[in-house]
């Protein structure tokens, strides 16, 4: 994805003007194009594997829970494709540079994987990946006659835009113990749900499927409670190894997958020592992340863990008070600042009547406010400045506002 550039004519106060507004754009769009799922937690329901294609021992879901746990897959390397389907209304692109500017300054780079990474929150696409241990792993977003790699090495995280043949250098914290293969695999994404265990989900072993040429398990993942948009949570476990192999999410509302993220291809022996390897290309342009005043995120969080982002937060952003349980969880932020801006605001001019066609006007106890819905995350808005997200209906979410009164 190419940084955002603009007219060659355009003064410097003007450009400054365009860069706030496209950042308090994002402001609005970004909590409601967020792909996951609010605090999901696992309840432990036994049942026996289906008797299928592969003819594999019988298990609990107790039994492959622990076995995903104990999954120790240090070196791997393989190919998969990831579709994510949020429901997001057609913006003609503007939704990639509101995005982008929301994870970067006006003069970032296009390299910078905190924004090149985005890019998985819509569409089809195709990764190469690859994992030698908690210090090297790679990623590569391939595209239309280009590829964006991301390959952490050590300490060194280097980013490259085959595109714009630009370059990002950043580099990890100290310790690295905790870092993981990239979090768009299956296994990342699994993590994630499996964080935590309690009485509000139904969790079956629902037969077995070949996947990326391995027998596998499938896990089955059910809200048990009402009011939230999650449908179902099906994880391909290998047989083997306890390697999550592909992971989909299938909304209340039914229809195509939210989130399908699997293996199509998939070696489990040692990657070779070079594909870790980065040299600058000729010509290239090389932005170097300022480690004596890091306020940037930790670039190693796409591989491995990071406590914000664990908590579904980005870095930099302030704790939430989350009200509700288990998948009817709500994440509540305090902006400090006014609702949805209206067409008439001083300094929105179109865009915040733009913003405003984009969701629902809702009213309660709480007062007014705005819903931006997909399939799957959605967001109130207050006019106050609160916002609620979750992966819970819109009623769920003006319910939660009005007790909050």
């Known amino acids: 994805m190419a940084p955002y550039e603009t007219d060659d004519s355009t003064d410097t ?8 507004g496209r950042r308090r754009a994002a402001r609005y769009i970004v909590p409601v ?4 799922v609010a605090a999901a937690t696992i309840g432990l329901v036994p049942a026996l594997a289906d008797s299928g294609d592969p003819n594999l021992p019988k298990v609990t879901a107790e039994q492959l829970i622990n076995k995903i746990a104990k999954s120790d897959v240090q070196q791997l390397s393989g190919t998969v494709k990831i579709s994510t389907d949020l429901g997001l209304p057609d913006l003609g692109g503007l939704e990639s540079s509101m995005l982008s500017g929301a994870t970067k ?3 970032g780079s296009s390299a910078d994987p905190t924004t090149k990474l985005t890019e998985l929150a819509t569409g089809t696409h195709t990764l190469r990946v690859a994992a030698d241990g908690p210090d090297k792993q790679k990623v590569s977003l391939l595209e239309n006659a280009a590829e964006y790699s991301l390959i952490h090495n050590g300490k060194d995280v280097w980013g490259y ?3 714009t043949n630009e370059v990002f250098h950043g580099t990890t914290a100290a310790d690295t113990s905790k870092s993981d293969e990239t979090r768009a695999t299956p296994k990342g994404l699994t993590d994630e749900a499996l964080k935590s265990v309690d009485d509000t989900t139904s969790v079956t072993v629902d037969g077995t499927e070949h996947v990326a040429g391995r027998d596998a398990y499938k896990l089955l993942i059910k809200p ?3 009011g939230t948009t999650v449908g179902t949570i099906s994880v391909a476990v290998d047989a083997k190894t306890g390697l999550p192999l592909k992971f989909t999410l299938t909304p209340a509302s039914g229809g195509a997958a939210v989130v399908d993220v699997g293996f199509t291809q998939l070696s489990l022996s040692k990657p070779a020592a070079s594909t870790f ?3 600058t290309p000729k010509g290239a342009k090389v932005t170097t992340e300022d480690s004596a005043s890091k306020a940037a995120p930790d670039h190693s969080a796409p591989f491995g863990k990071d406590d914000k982002a664990d908590k579904g937060l980005a870095k930099g952003a302030d704790d939430p008070t989350v009200i509700g349980k288990g998948w009817n969880s709500i994440a509540v932020f305090e902006t400090g600042g006014q609702g949805v801006p209206s067409g008439s ?3 929105s001019g179109d865009l915040g009547g733009f913003l405003g066609s984009l969701g629902d006007q809702v009213k309660g106890d709480f007062g007014k406010g705005t819903v931006f819905s997909t399939r799957l995350v959605n967001a109130l808005i207050t006019d106050d400045g609160k916002v609620y997200v979750g992966a819970v209906t819109k009623s769920a979410l003006v319910k939660a506002a009005d007790a909050a009164k």
């Open 105 to 107: 300054s006006g003069d």
């Open 224 to 226: 048990k409670q009402t």
């Open 277 to 279: 390897d980065f040299k």
């Open 161 to 163: 835009d085959s595109q």
């Open 345 to 347: 605001a001083s300094g």
């Open 33 to 36: 194009t967020v792909v996951g």
């Open 13 to 20: 106060g003007e450009r400054d003007e365009l860069r706030a």
